[in-house]
Nanobody, 120 residues
Framework: QLQASGGGLVQAGGSLRLSCAAS????????VGWFRQVPGKEREGISC????????YYADSVKGRFTISRDAAKNTVYLQMSSLKSEDTAVYYC???????????????WGQGTLVTVSS
């Protein structure tokens, strides 16, 4: 089970940190990432951290502004979001496993989603 938290309302240019804690699932051995979805649009993969080689994928839309990180001791993954824009408004989901900006249908586990609203 994945539990995402940390969403909220923030002004454009501000920052937020999302957290995703796992139970019954060890992040250390899996790729883990973040997706986001706006109503009426497809779910977008924005970051994925590889457990195999440490490589990290970022979507162009967030590159340079968002940073994914892991805390193995807490079995938690974070998404630090900075320089937020109104177009970052979405429900954010943590997920594992992931691959680049994609997930594995029927195999990827999802957190429940946390809403981020960026006001301009």
């Amino acid at each position: 089970q994945l539990q995402a938290s940390g969403g909220g309302l923030v002004q454009a240019g501000g920052s937020l940190r999302l957290s995703c804690a796992a139970s019954g699932f060890t992040f250390e051995y899996h790729n883990v990432g973040w997706f986001r979805q706006v109503p009426g649009k497809e779910r977008e993969g924005i970051s994925c951290s590889s457990s195999r080689d440490g490589r990290i994928y970022y979507a162009d839309s967030v590159k340079g502004r968002f940073t994914i990180s892991r805390d193995a001791a807490k079995n938690t993954v974070y998404l630090q979001m900075s320089s937020l824009k109104s177009e970052d408004t979405a429900v954010y989901y943590c997920a594992a496993p992931c691959e680049g900006g994609s997930y594995y249908p029927g195999m990827t586990y999802w957190g429940q989603g946390t809403l981020v609203t960026v006001s301009s």
